[in-house]
């Protein structure tokens, strides 16, 4: 059930260069929250910016929920500059979930930059469900990789800095070409080019693949119609990320 | 006790503040955020006689205090509406007004038709004003003779309001709501969204998939009061204000400049409660102010400006 709530920032902290963690206090979203779901929040109290804008959960710590961002706009950048008890209106938990207990054995997370968010959170979960899990993180160079609380991390980076050059895709081929990996199933979050490739390895490979995308919002919650996805098959042509995703079986959707 | 409510051509609106068109879905999207049995009224988003995907992404773009869409009146079709959507409006003790949009003439004829059929619609709003399709919307709702020929033959199809919503993108909007008034329109809804466009430089593209699309947001307000006031300037019927009203101060400008009722759209998107709480906020107001009747609001404007000085240079 989605909640909209005035919640309290608990702390706010610059983890890599450019790169944020922001929590707030919440008992009621925390407990309710699943991996792979996003909450709508909004930068502040004006017009400037107007719109919310949506977050995936990152990790949840007792009655705390921890969002992870960069700073790319005005919006995100008011949120960087949040302290301790500045009071946050949230919308959320919203979306679809990760599919995350199924029949599989070998958990492949592949994230491409930021696109990390979701997956902290997804990890707690996959071991508590006794998983196996192989983490693929990529980020242009070494300073913007944020591996925390991952398991099993493959390092790709653009500028061969850290790990595997190249991009995280590339590296989780060379891995399955390396490795016999038992039952997997893909989970996917990153920029649309990567999330493409990703699609069509795990094509190749005859991969399960779920991925996570981002789409322009203007409410997060099916109202404004604003975010929508074409179907790989079906009735109706599209399908809105807001409320029919954010995660979608790669095979369900056809990526711009 | 203040008087909140209104009544058009019988229907009784609990209060004046109602949700616009394409900005709260079906109703059903958010109950479990939003008292819907408190607002005024609810708009539902465009049916019209087939389902229509929309158009492709990217249909959002945010602007300073405002946004733009290009959604193409994604919606579920007048069937599927009736089947799925109506069952729950029914439920509601507040208003349902439904959106009609067409390509034809004969297709608003047939859509607000079969609504007729139905229980639990209390009255109709035509849009002749979507910025964001290629037939229909707004080449009818730039077009004087042809508002006013679609007003004309679907008036007699129905005897529940018939609200008609114009369109800002045009040189006079008094003209085509003293047109719709003529042809027996119980109301106005005004404004739709205004023509307008913005661009990745990066790219050098234009950001939404249609090239432009409709603004809407408090960035309209002070346009869309300019218009709400021409209209009422110029007609008898009532007035639906939009434009961007995000707080009970906003409804009350709408008010006092000749509108009736106002409609909340954008602000549905960042909180869907906005218009109850600008409904409670009208009546804090007018018992604060010692109204009998927040209606007492509606047209009070004081100016020493003659319309016609206005007129001059608008």
């Not at chain 1, 591996?147 to 060379?174: C, F, I, M, W």
């Not at chain 2, 939404?208 to 709400?228: E, Q, R």
């Amino acid at each position: 059930m989605m909640l909209q709530r005035i919640v309290p920032v608990t702390s706010r902290e610059e983890i890599a260069e450019g790169i944020f963690t922001l929590s707030f206090q919440s008992k009621e979203i925390s407990e309710s929250v699943s991996p792979g779901q996003f909450v709508n929040v909004r930068s502040g109290d004006a017009c400037l910016p107007l719109l919310r804008r949506p977050f995936s959960i990152s990790r949840v710590l007792g009655g705390e929920v921890e969002l992870l961002f960069n700073v790319v706009g005005q919006g995100t950048r008011m949120l960087a500059a949040k302290r301790q008890g500045d009071m946050l209106d949230v919308l959320g938990p919203l979306g679809v979930p990760f599919g995350f207990d199924g029949e599989y054995e070998t958990a492949l997370i592949v994230a491409g930059g930021l696109g990390v968010a979701p997956f902290p959170l997804l990890t707690t979960t996959l071991k508590r469900n006794r998983k196996t899990i192989v983490t693929f993180l990529g980020a242009r160079t070494a300073i913007h990789l944020t591996p925390a609380h991952l398991e099993n991390v493959q390092v790709a980076t653009d500028d061969g800095s850290k790990g595997y050059r190249g991009t995280v895709v590339g590296l989780l081929r060379e891995y399955l070409r390396q490795h016999q990996v038992s039952r997997p199933k893909i989970f996917g979050c990153g920029p649309m080019n990567m999330l493409k490739a990703l699609a069509d390895l795990a094509r190749e490979a005859n991969i399960e693949c779920e991925v996570s995308l981002e789409g322009d919002m203007a409410c997060g919650i099916g109202l404004c119609q604003g975010c929508p996805v074409e179907r790989s098959s079906g009735k109706k042509k599209y399908a809105l990320v807001c409320v029919e995703g954010p995660t979608f079986n790669s095979k369900d959707i056809i990526l711009p | 006790m203040v008087k909140e409510s209104f009544s058009l051509r019988g229907v009784e609106f609990k209060n004046r503040v109602l949700v616009a068109s394409g900005t709260f879905g079906y109703g059903d999207e958010v109950k479990d955020l939003v008292d819907v049995n408190k607002l005024g009224g609810i708009c539902t988003k465009s049916l019209s006689w087939k389902p229509r995907d929309g158009n492709p992404p990217r249909r959002i773009v945010e602007t300073p205090s405002g946004m733009l869409n290009s959604i193409g009146l994604a919606n579920i079709g007048v069937h599927n509406f009736i089947k799925e959507k109506l069952p729950y409006l029914r439920t509601l003790d507040t208003a349902i007004i439904v959106n009609i949009v067409a390509s034809s003439v004969q297709e608003y004829c047939d859509v607000l038709s079969l609504l007729e059929q139905q229980e639990g619609i209390d009255g109709y709003e035509i849009n002749v004003s979507c910025p964001n399709v290629k037939e229909g919307g707004l080449n009818f709702g730039t077009d004087c003779s042809k508002t006013r020929e679609i007003t004309a033959r679907l008036r007699p199809l129905t005897n529940k309001p018939l609200i008609v919503k114009l369109t800002p993108n045009v040189t006079h909007i008094s003209e085509f709501a003293r047109a719709v008034e003529g042809e027996g329109a119980d109301a106005v809804s005004v404004i739709n969204t205004l023509i307008a466009m913005a661009v990745d430089i990066r790219t050098k593209k234009p950001k939404l998939s249609t090239v432009t699309g409709g603004l809407s947001g408090p960035a309209i307000k002070p346009i869309a009061l300019a218009k709400v006031y021409e209209v009422a300037q110029a007609l008898r019927i009532p007035i639906f204000g939009i434009g961007g009203i995000m707080t009970t101060e906003d409804a009350i400008e709408f008010l006092l400049v000749g509108a009736t009722a106002v409609q909340v759209g954008t602000a549905n998107f960042i909180d869907p409660t906005t218009g109850i709480k600008i409904a409670e906020g009208l009546r804090a107001y007018a018992e604060q102010n010692g109204l009998q009747d927040v209606g007492q609001l509606v047209g009070a404007l004081e100016s020493n400006v003659a319309f016609s000085v206005l007129q001059s240079w608008l």
